[in-house]
């Protein structure tokens, strides 16, 4: 089956600080990569999509310039939360569409704490 | 704009009983409909899927079927076993998987022995 991770898979950080969470497709190339954000006892909500080799898409509300997402290839995204702050704290989830079968396969999360 | 809506948990049974969670959305056009499920400590997984009205999804022995005149697709088993104790997520992608998808909020599932 298709395997997605996520590294780290939790993160502690001081307000003001920036934290870099890594999502890898390890078994496909994914040209599209998805990233979420769920609240305690919320759903999953869309936070931006990740096209390799072109800008991401944010959704409405999700601050582009706080948010940096990077696709530099076809199996790694990355998502960098900037100058966080404890509002910031949340899992931090992301997918990857493999694009044969057009399905989305979901790393395990990152959980990131900004103190 | 696009809304999945399930059932609240935590829903709890005993081995073997019925299972059935509800799912109605709400979106323009024909969206494809899914269901995930996360085991405790993973990642979400997929279940099952339906691309179309009247479709029928299925796996593990789970099924729901795509109903457009509802809106509805209800996730059902006829037999649950306790390793199916984990939460459920109704979801709806209008690109068939290939845009971002919608979630509901997760149902928490709990079989007892």
């Known amino acids: 089956g298709a395997v997605v991770s996520q590294h780290p898979s939790r993160v502690i950080c001081k307000s003001g600080t920036s934290v870099k969470i890594e999502c890898r497709s390890l078994d496909f190339q994914a040209t599209t990569m998805f990233w979420y954000r769920q609240f305690p006892k919320q759903s999953l909500m869309l936070m931006a999509t990740?096209?390799?080799?072109?800008?991401?898409?944010?959704e409405q509300g999700v601050e582009k310039d706080k948010f940096l997402i990077n696709h530099a290839s076809l199996t790694l995204s990355t998502l960098t939360v900037t100058s966080a702050h404890p509002e910031d704290s949340s899992f931090y989830i992301c997918?990857?569409?493999?694009?044969?079968?057009?399905?989305?396969?979901f790393g395990p999360g990152t959980r990131l704490t900004v103190l | 704009g696009d809304s999945v809506t399930q059932m609240e948990g935590p829903v709890t049974l005993s081995e073997e009983a019925f299972l059935t969670i509800n799912c109605t959305y709400t979106?323009?056009?024909?969206?494809?409909l899914f269901w995930y499920v996360q085991y405790p400590g993973e990642g979400l997984q997929l279940l099952l899927k339906a691309t179309k009205a009247d479709d029928k999804g299925s796996n593990k022995g789970f099924e729901a079927t795509y109903r457009k005149e509802t809106t509805s697709f209800h996730l059902e088993k006829g037999s649950v076993q306790v390793s199916d104790s984990a939460v459920y997520f109704c979801a709806l992608s209008r690109g068939g998987g290939a845009d971002g998808l919608t979630f509901g909020k997760g149902t928490h599932l709990i079989i007892q022995p």
């Open positions: 990740s096209n390799e080799g072109s800008k991401a898409t944010y």
């Open positions: 979106a323009t056009g024909y969206p494809s």
């Open positions: 997918s990857a569409r493999r694009p044969q079968e057009d399905t989305q396969y």
